[in-house]
């Protein structure tokens, strides 16, 4: 049922930043929501979850450069991505799980509702 959007990405240089944004056409206050990204010829990584209480984590390759939020109020999710590297060029999506969980886990299986992805290119 939930319809997801994201938009924001773009071309910048490396050391420069970016806001992604994720719209959810209907209610996102009782779900979890993630960020993800895959490369060409890589498989999709998981960068953060975000559940309804704003209780977060982040991988390993994104700790203290990004960061995720959510309005619930402008049913957005965001990512703020700061010292962006040539590495992080990827599609980027936002996720949102069916039910209602306690947890909200790193892993895109745990998720059943995907945005179509916004690209994002970081240059040397």
């Known amino acids: 049922q939930a319809l997801l959007l994201e938009s924001g990405g773009g071309s910048v240089q490396a050391g420069g930043s970016l806001r992604l944004s994720c719209v959810v056409s209907?209610?996102?206050?009782?779900?979890?929501m993630g960020w993800f990204r895959q490369a060409p010829g890589k498989e999709r990584e998981g960068i953060a979850p975000i559940a309804h209480d704003l209780r977060t984590m982040y991988a390993d390759s994104v700790k203290g450069r990004f960061t995720i939020s959510r309005d619930n109020a402008k049913k957005t999710l965001y990512l703020q991505m700061n010292s962006l590297k040539p590495e992080d060029t990827a599609m980027y999506y936002c996720?949102?799980?069916?039910?209602?969980?306690?947890?909200?886990?790193?892993?895109?299986?745990?998720?059943?509702?995907w945005g179509r992805g916004t690209q994002v290119t970081v240059s040397a």
């Open positions: 209907n209610r996102n206050t009782d779900r979890c």
């Open positions: 996720a949102a799980e069916r039910g209602r969980s306690s947890f909200c886990f790193m892993g895109g299986d745990f998720y059943n509702y």
